[in-house]
């Protein structure tokens, strides 16, 4: 047994390079070896030794009715996992075994292990530049672009969050690489199949051909490498992959994946945080859901796609009696696209066959819902098919509740097929028999206790108590005897029994048969399907997003060119944690005011204020309401942000170099139709060094003159308000009462620059212990009155000589003359 589980595991390390193989023994999966070792390790069990005189070995294992939960287990963790079952009843001789399952975290299928979001294999290979390939197999869906920069390839690959990356060799080999890779993306990172020729044979496999969108050799490696690697985890079949979709970054939205994290689209910044998507996950299918992730992952940047989703949003808002008619009807769908992509392979059991003809049996009613309607309504109604001769051939078909497997009996509606009701019929009649047998042979012998009974070992049997065995009949053939009691046979009963066994067993396998032609026959339907299940997945999430805006009070949004004006914004997020004590705030952006500098004490809401109006554009160009009571918003090609401070302890990098590389990103990358997010930049570093990063900063975007909202704590930088029109200050209102020593905050936004920054007072707030912030206040003052030199000189090397007139510099002179006479600090 251990040779032939050593020359598997070397069989699957050839396919699936360290896996962990499962080898069934009896009612256990086993490991051996390293694999013991890890499995245990992993999973925190027990680790044996199997020992001889020859050899020993560690050992470690699972039951069988725990795989399931410990697959889950080891996949989450990033493991591999092979499984070998048992493919023949145990005997005298070594029992044959087979890989039947090879797991990964980015190739399951099966629902149990999966989530009801996306589950993306990717592959990256290099070229002119890069190549991504994406593929979900739970779905079917399969896209790739190309890329010239690294930094467009990380934005993507944040985007879509893969479970599992495929490297190519010139990149894995790559160490540095690797590190900022393995620091920047949690996924598992596994080996694949680059070699061009390789790649082209796999694509013609799976798709007929090579597509002619691929049209360069990384575009060609990557997407043939993602397919040999899934077709290896699915042994060969990939029938749910129809075709490759080319998409272009740049026909998007443009979110690299720092604002993503920063705006929490998807991922919260604190445990147990709410993300956006969280607030937004009205929806009533799985389908729905992913179609919601990637409508935020990838918002619109055509007017008029925006404006038809904004349409049928405000349909929807306005139609209660349509909206909670069309929820209701999706609320008792099941996941269509991921039935489609199991009815593709082959692979889909009789209740998900059932679940498939139930949900299909909905969408007529969904299109007739949306009879008369037009724009992307009317779109939606044209592809929501619901194919009613599929769900007569499976009505037809099955049984109305079928069970789990094929193999389990009482699967195919009586009438279906005739050869298989005369099997069944024939098999009825030997049961009737024997069940009229308990009652014939009571009145035959007299016993009127004599039961029939049946179990595994015996089959059927007669029962007789010890109290009536001088009755039993001379044709009773005794097969056990109990304690108070007997258990017998009769020919005519074995000649029963195995006629039952025989037709109850040929029906079965006809059964299968019928059931196998039938999903067959299904497969043929999986392109029609998927366009249902997308139709489907759409009317879903404009459904949700009218909901949402009718409970909330969100408003739509004017699509206009070149400004920005939203009327008492809120933060989606924010305001739901607050439950209705969220303070709103206005937001204008235009060329007279394009650059809005924003200054204010810790806590009073300078994040939140900045996130209001990033999450308020983004919800635009998705097609969604916003939360505010009014909102006039133009297309931005891209949204960055810099917020928050993190560091990049694998890849060597501090905070403040982290900064400066995402600083650095979004300098590059803003034009005039950007919408820049910026907060506290340069705080990590020195106060002057941090100063002049922070002016030179934002005169460059100023430049651009990119909508940017900069927040900071460098009071220095309000004074650019004078020398550079468009750019104008703003602050959050907070007040001090000195004798109760509190700080209020208003968390309103209002014209102007802040006179402090109350950092004691907020230190007093966070709990420093009182002698602590009453000596912070002396050394501020003392700081305040001595520190006039160091003010100055901050002042000195912040200014732009060059563009200061004469009178002007006469005036700046002279301010600092009249502050350093009468002992007050320079303005």
Same mark, same amino acid.
């Given at each position: 047994?251990?040779?032939?589980?050593?020359?598997?595991?070397?069989?699957?390390?050839?396919?699936?390079?360290?896996?962990?193989?499962?080898?069934?023994?009896?009612?256990?999966?086993?490991?051996?070896?390293?694999?013991?070792?890890?499995?245990?390790?992993?999973?925190?069990?027990?680790?044996?030794?199997?020992?001889?005189?020859?050899?020993?070995?560690?050992?470690?294992?699972?039951?069988?009715?725990?795989?399931?939960n410990n697959v889950e287990r080891l996949l989450q963790a990033g493991v591999r996992v092979a499984v070998a079952d048992q493919i023949e009843e145990p005997g005298g001789a070594l029992v044959d075994r087979k890989v039947t399952q090879l797991l990964t975290p980015g190739t399951v299928t099966e629902e149990r292990h999966l989530t009801a979001d996306e589950n993306y294999l990717a592959a990256v290979a290099t070229g002119d530049g890069y190549a991504l390939a994406l593929l979900d197999i739970s779905t079917g869906e399969f896209r790739c672009a190309a890329f010239h920069t690294r930094s467009v390839l990380y934005d993507e690959l944040g985007r879509w969050r893969a479970r599992e990356v495929l490297l190519a060799p010139e990149l894995a080999g790559n160490a540095a690489l690797m590190a900022d890779f393995q620091a920047r993306f949690p996924a598992m990172l596994s080996p694949g199949n680059f070699e061009e020729a390789a790649a082209r044979f796999e694509l013609n496999t799976v798709l007929g051909e090579v597509p002619g969108t691929l049209n360069n050799a990384a575009l060609v490696r990557a997407c043939g490498a993602v397919l040999g690697y899934a077709r290896a985890t699915q042994q060969g079949r990939l029938e749910m992959v129809r075709r490759v979709l080319r998409f272009e970054p740049g026909a998007h939205m443009r979110l690299p994946d720092a604002a993503a994290r920063a705006l929490e689209i998807f991922a919260p910044q604190a445990p147990q945080g709410m993300t956006l998507m969280d607030v937004l996950s009205e929806t009533r299918t799985a389908g729905g859901r992913r179609r919601l992730r990637a409508w935020l992952r990838a918002p619109l940047l055509d007017e008029l796609s925006v404006r038809a989703r904004l349409d049928a949003v405000e349909t929807l808002t306005r139609a209660a009696d349509l909206r909670g008619a069309v929820r209701a009807l999706l609320y008792r769908a099941h996941d269509l696209e991921r039935l489609a992509a199991r009815v593709a392979t082959r692979r889909a059991t009789p209740r998900e066959v059932a679940s498939l003809a139930r949900?299909?049996?909905?969408?007529?009613?969904?299109?007739?819902? /949306?009879? %008369?309607?037009?724009?992307?309504?009317?779109?939606?109604?044209?592809?929501?098919?619901?194919?009613?001769?599929?769900?007569?051939?499976?009505?037809?078909?099955?049984?109305?509740?079928?069970?789990?497997?094929?193999?389990?009996? %009482?699967?195919?509606?009586?009438?279906? @097929?005739?050869?298989?009701?005369?099997?069944?019929?024939?098999?009825?009649?030997?049961?009737?028999?024997?069940?009229?047998?308990?009652?014939?042979?009571?009145?035959?012998?007299?016993?009127?206790?004599?039961?029939? %009974?049946?179990?595994?070992?015996?089959?059927?049997? /007669?029962?007789?108590?010890?109290?009536?065995?001088?009755?039993?009949?001379?044709?009773?053939?005794?097969? =056990?005897?109990?304690?108070?009691?007997?258990?017998?046979?009769?020919?005519?009963?074995?000649?029963?029994?195995?006629?039952?066994?025989?037709?109850?067993?040929?029906a079965g396998r006809l059964e299968q048969e019928v059931f196998t032609d039938l999903r067959d026959g299904l497969a043929m339907h999986a392109d029609a399907l998927l366009e249902a299940a997308g139709a489907a997945a759409d009317l879903d999430v404009l459904s949700a997003l009218a909901e949402i805006a009718v409970e909330r009070g969100w408003t739509r949004p004017e699509t206009v060119s070149g400004f920005a004006n939203i009327v008492q914004a809120r933060h989606p997020?924010?305001?739901?944690?607050?439950?209705?004590?969220?303070?709103?705030?206005?937001?204008?952006?235009?060329?007279?005011?394009?650059?809005?500098?924003?200054?204010?004490?810790?806590?009073?809401?300078?994040?939140?204020?900045?996130?209001?109006?990033?999450?308020? =554009?983004?919800?635009?160009?998705?097609?969604?309401?916003?939360?505010?009571?009014?909102?006039?918003?133009?297309?931005?090609?891209?949204?960055?942000?810099?917020?928050?401070?993190?560091?990049? /302890?694998?890849?060597?990098?501090?905070?403040?170099?982290?900064?400066?590389?995402?600083?650095?990103?979004?300098? *590059?990358?803003?034009?005039?139709?950007?919408?820049?997010?910026?907060?506290?930049?340069?705080?990590?570093?020195?106060?002057?060094?941090?100063?002049?990063? =922070?002016?030179?900063?934002?005169?460059?975007?100023?430049?651009?003159?990119? @909508?940017?909202?900069?927040?900071?704590?460098?009071?220095?930088?309000?004074?650019?308000?004078?020398? *550079?029109?468009?750019?104008?200050?703003? @602050?959050?209102?907070?007040?001090?009462?000195?004798? =109760? %020593?509190s700080l209020t905050f208003y968390h309103q936004v209002i014209p102007?620059?802040?006179?402090?920054?109350?950092?004691?007072?907020?230190?007093?707030?966070?709990?420093?212990?009182?002698?602590?912030?009453?000596?912070?206040?002396?050394? /501020?003052?003392?700081?305040?009155?001595?520190?006039?030199?160091?003010?100055?000189?901050?002042?000195?090397?912040?200014l732009d000589l060059s563009r200061l007139t004469p009178m002007q510099a006469l005036e700046v002179l002279h301010g600092w003359q009249r502050a350093l006479v009468g002992g007050k600090t320079p303005v």
């Open positions: 047994m251990l040779t032939q589980y050593v020359q598997m595991r070397d069989e699957v390390e050839a396919q699936l390079p360290n896996a962990l193989l499962l080898f069934q023994c009896g009612d256990f999966y086993e490991t051996f070896g390293e694999d013991a070792e890890r499995l245990s390790r992993l999973l925190g069990i027990a680790l044996t030794h199997k020992s001889s005189r020859d050899f020993s070995t560690p050992m470690a294992g699972i039951p069988l009715r725990t795989l399931d949900t299909l049996d909905l969408l007529p009613d969904a299109a007739r819902l /949306l009879d %008369g309607h037009e724009g992307l309504l009317g779109g939606v109604r044209a592809r929501v098919n619901g194919l009613p001769e599929v769900v007569l051939q499976i009505r037809a078909a099955l049984v109305e509740d079928p069970p789990m497997r094929a193999g389990d009996g %009482g699967l195919i509606r009586e009438g279906f @097929h005739s050869e298989l009701d005369k099997l069944k019929a024939e098999a009825l009649a030997h049961r009737e028999w024997i069940a009229m047998l308990e009652l014939s042979e009571r009145e035959r012998t007299g016993i009127g206790s004599l039961k029939v %009974g049946f179990n595994n070992v015996f089959g059927y049997f /007669l029962e007789v108590t010890s109290a009536h065995l001088g009755k039993v009949p001379p044709d009773y053939r005794q097969i =056990a005897t109990l304690k108070d009691r007997a258990r017998f046979t009769r020919p005519d009963l074995r000649d029963h029994e195995r006629e039952i066994a025989r037709l109850e067993g040929a997020v924010v305001e739901q944690s607050a439950r209705g004590r969220f303070v709103p705030n206005d937001a204008l952006l235009d060329d007279s005011r394009h650059t809005l500098l924003l200054t204010g004490p810790n806590m009073a809401g300078k994040s939140t204020y900045l996130r209001t109006v990033a999450l308020c =554009a983004l919800l635009h160009q998705i097609g969604s309401f916003v939360p505010a009571d009014r909102a006039e918003l133009p297309v931005y090609d891209a949204i960055h942000t810099r917020i928050g401070a993190s560091d990049d /302890l694998a890849g060597g990098r501090s905070t403040f170099m982290v900064e400066m590389s995402e600083l650095a990103a979004i300098l *590059h990358a803003a034009t005039p139709r950007s919408l820049i997010i910026l907060d506290e930049v340069g705080r990590g570093t020195s106060t002057l060094d941090g100063l002049a990063i =922070a002016q030179a900063a934002l005169e460059h975007l100023h430049s651009t003159r990119a @909508h940017t909202l900069f927040a900071t704590h460098y009071f220095e930088l309000t004074r650019l308000e004078t020398d *550079h029109p468009g750019l104008i200050n703003l @602050h959050v209102a907070a007040e001090e009462d000195a004798d =109760a %020593g102007g620059a802040a006179r402090q920054s109350y950092g004691v007072e907020v230190a007093r707030l966070a709990g420093l212990p009182a002698p602590v912030t009453a000596r912070a206040a002396r050394l /501020l003052t003392a700081l305040n009155t001595q520190g006039d030199d160091q003010k100055l000189t901050r002042e000195l090397a912040t």
